[in-house]
């Protein structure tokens, strides 16, 4: 009995020490899983990060690039139209190109363009009372000048309206009183 009483005290020993043994490989275990998984975050953070800063240096170098271009391309065409301007029998060429871009333009973009051309800049700062009331006269004149102009203007295009209506009278009169040949028939000689 005792016999078998030592040999049960010496597998419940056995089996404790092989429990402490497997909790401390599970505890190392877990260790290494933390270890690592706090390497993968690191690893990944590191990757992002890196990834973040290839895109920005990329897009700062594309950005880069199109400016460059653009000015490669404002270069080439100065240098076009100051030899083109040079050369007499093209002086007509620019001004058709520039009508071409023209009809591209939106309302609002000639509009714009109109402006910046005839804005002019105040510069008021470092002008006495005399030079302020010499300055407020002139502009004073140059806005008489563009309300002139505007009336002007006006008057055309009203007239331009009322020569246009008067025309379509005409036509639509003068087509009352057509002789149809035919159904339909285009043709024969304006009388």
Not at 34 to 45: C, G, L
Not at 100 to 106: H, P, S, V
Request: no cysteine.
């Amino acid at each position: 009995m005792e016999k078998d009483l030592q040999e049960l005290q010496s597998l419940i020993e056995a089996h404790f020490q092989q429990r402490r043994r497997e909790e401390l490989e599970l505890v190392a275990l877990m260790e290494r899983i933390e270890r690592r998984r706090a390497e993968r975050h690191e690893q990944q953070r590191s990757r992002t990060e890196k990834e973040r800063e290839r895109q920005a240096r990329l897009a700062e170098e594309r950005m880069r690039k199109e400016e460059e271009e653009a000015k490669k391309r404002a270069e080439d065409d100065a240098k076009k139209k100051k030899v083109l301007s040079a050369m007499p029998h093209f002086g007509g060429y620019l001004a058709k190109a520039e009508q071409r871009r023209g009809r591209r333009q939106t309302g609002r973009e000639m509009k714009l363009r109109v402006l910046a051309e005839r804005k002019r800049p105040l510069e008021i700062e470092a002008l006495r009372e005399e030079e302020l009331r010499a300055k407020a006269q002139e502009l004073q004149a140059w806005l008489q000048q563009l309300e002139s102009e505007k009336f002007e203007l006006m008057e055309r295009l009203r007239k331009q309206k009322y020569e246009i209506n008067v025309l379509y009278n005409r036509i639509s009169h003068a087509q009352k009183f057509k002789k149809v040949v035919g159904k339909g028939r285009v043709g024969g000689r304006w009388k």
